[in-house]
Structure formats: structure tokens, C-alpha cells
């Protein structure tokens, strides 16, 4: 068991995209697996540090920073709104966002020499989101990726890749199923669309509202770590 007490390391700029992130330290000096780690709405770049615990200490893991500053130390992917009627999203951002990620995981993989096939991408809530946003449309950027407590956006829908693009993508899908933020329907959409896709994945659903449980993290390190 790893049993090594990690910390964060100052704040970075990546200079293609001017998105901010953070690595877990003490990184590896020659990584041979690549994990970037996505917050939710509001949330930062520290907040996902604990969802790293117990992973290869071999795996460079990078937490990264939404372009979104809403006030403080709270930032976003796009800005969203909860209405009765469902989450209304600015879908100009949750494109910029997603072509700057896209090119974040180039990046990252030319500068530390790691291959897209060593590469996963997993975000809570609206960073679930991006991750999927990202896999979905640009599969070759990645292996695979984790989408916890959060959902597919159906604006994604033009920019979907085929499904022979998407035949090597593996997921790692979990809910809470009382969620009162996401409900745990978007989770049964999101494994209705993965499945139509043919995108191997199962879905995990947890006694829990919005977040993340030791039981999820759990699943989603030893899901990594096959």
C-alpha cells in the first residue's frame, strides 16, 4: 500500500493555453502515466487532491484550473444555471473549455514524454463534465475517463466522435443516487448514451447526495488502477 504523504506544488501557466494547474508532489521524475483531475463549479484546483491518494506513485497527476474566475477562490468551466426545467449552460464556454483541455493533455504529454494510451482524464460534477466533453470528442487525446457525480451535455452532441473512434475509451461512471445538485437520472443518460456509443464502462451508484464518498474514491483508484 502507498503509503506517501503528498502536497501540491506552486501554481503553473501552461503557455498554449494560459490554464492554471497544480502537481502533486513529490512527482515522479519520469512518469510513465498521466492523471488530470478536473473540480467542479465554484470549486479549484486544490480541492481534488485527496481523490489522488493511493494512486501509481509512478502516474504524474495534475490538477488543473477552470479559465472561469466567479469571485475569490472559486472558479468554473462555464457558467450554469439551475433552473426547474434543468441546467442551462453557456455553451460558448463549455466549448473553449473543452478545446483548452484538449490541448492541455497535448502538452502535458509532449513536455513529460507520456503516451494518450497513459492517459485519463476524471473531474467531479461540471469537472466530470469537461472530462467526458473532452473523451467523447477527441478519444485519441486519451485512454479514458472518470465522470463523478456529473453528466454528458447534450450540446455535445455535434461533436460527438464515431463509434469506432470511441471503441478503445474505457469509464468510470458513479453517482450519488440522492443527489439534489445532479440527479441521479443524468447518471442513467449518461449510461444509456455510453452504452449506445459502444464505450465500455459500468455504472456505480452510491447511498450519497452531491460529491464525492470514500467508497467512490476507492472504486475510482482501483478502477484506475486497472
Known sequence: MNTTTYSLSELQTDSATQLHYRQRLPAPAKPT????????VGGNETNLLNLADGIDPDTLVVLARGPLQLGGPQFAWFQVRFTPTGPQISPEQAESSRT???TLLQQLQQQHGIAASQTVLAGFSQGGIMSASVALSSPASLKGFGLLSGRILPELEPVLASKERLANLTVFLSHGEQDNTLPVQWAHRSDALLTQLGVAHSLRL??????ISAAMQKDFVEWLAR
Open 206 to 211: 452510491y447511498a450519497m447526495d452531491h460529491g
Open 100 to 102: 483548452l483541455l484538449i
Open 33 to 40: 502515466k498521466l492523471l488530470v483531475l478536473l473540480h467542479g
